[in-house]
């Protein structure tokens, strides 16, 4: 069986990182158009720094939970027919034990030159003096993170898996987001099974073929126990 699992921000939220569209989610307090657009850095890349720059340190301050340990596991025991794709910009997939996972919206501990085209692991603060560490260029690092209006990362290797999938899973995503909210149609129209994972019903739970709703760290592992038994 070969399996298409998309993560968003409710997997990562019983680990203590926001969401951003619940009642208390980042973009409840803040503007992401003064925050995650390309725009927004040219106007003000040190506010825009220091929104990553605090979101990068509070990672040292989170766990993985029982839901990235079950996909993990998932990833063992399926290999290839798995792909594990995540809107999440934190690494807590990789440290619940993935191997292979696809940000499409980038990686918060990742910097981008634009420069010299390079992207290097970055754990520490940026600022708009920080010299790249390949080309020696100041002030051209950028956090390497997909913006509203930039294109997500490994698309043609996502649609791929959505077109060949027997199954897709969304898990903790508001389904607000394009593409990524779309996912759900191409695996359908592709003949594959849908199910929604999520604490509540997101807006796109009608497009689902099933649905569960609960709390990640009870219904993922409980998915991932069905899966591994079938
Ligand atoms: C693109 C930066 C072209 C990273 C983020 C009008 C109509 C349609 C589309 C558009 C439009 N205007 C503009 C667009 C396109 C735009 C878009 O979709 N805008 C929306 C707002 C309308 N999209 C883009 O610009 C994208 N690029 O389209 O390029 C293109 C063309 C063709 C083909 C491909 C591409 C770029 C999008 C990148 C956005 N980057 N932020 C950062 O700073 O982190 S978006 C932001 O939302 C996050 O990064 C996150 O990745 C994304 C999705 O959010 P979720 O993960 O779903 O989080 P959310 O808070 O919303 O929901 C959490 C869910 O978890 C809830 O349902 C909740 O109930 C649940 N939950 C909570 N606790 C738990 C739980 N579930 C389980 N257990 C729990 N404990």
């Excluded at 619940?22 to 725009?39: N, Q, R, S, Y």
């Excluded at 003096?129 to 950028?142: M, Q």
């Excluded at 997909?146 to 969304?170: H, S």
């Amino acid at each position: 069986m070969k399996l298409v699992v998309l993560t968003g921000a409710g997997i990562s939220a019983e680990s203590g990182v926001s969401t951003f569209r619940d009642p208390d989610g980042v973009w409840m307090k803040m503007d992401p158009m003064k925050l995650a657009t390309p725009e927004a850095f040219a106007a003000d890349p040190a506010l825009v720094h220091g929104f990553y720059n605090a979101r990068r340190a509070q990672l040292r301050e989170v766990e993985p939970n029982a839901a990235h340990r079950a996909l993990a596991q998932l990833e063992r025991k399926l290999g290839n027919d798995f792909m594990l794709v995540t809107q999440n910009v934190d690494d807590l997939h990789e440290r619940g034990g993935s191997r292979d996972v696809v940000h499409m919206h980038g990686q918060l501990q990742q910097a981008w030159c634009r420069s010299c085209d390079t992207r290097i692991s970055w754990d520490e603060d940026l600022s708009t003096g920080t010299e790249c560490p390949n080309c020696g260029s100041a002030g051209r690092l950028r956090p390497d993170i997909v913006w509203f209006g930039e294109m997500p990362y490994r698309m043609d290797e996502i649609l791929g898996a959505l077109d060949t999938c027997d199954m897709f899973v969304a898990i903790g995503t508001s389904g607000a987001v394009y593409p990524a909210a779309g996912f759900v149609e191409i695996a359908a129209n592709a003949g594959a099974e849908t199910l929604e994972l999520n604490l509540q019903p997101s807006e796109g739970t009608r497009l689902f073929d099933d649905f569960r709703h609960g709390p990640a760290t009870g219904i993922v592992p409980a998915f991932v126990d069905e899966i591994l038994a079938r």
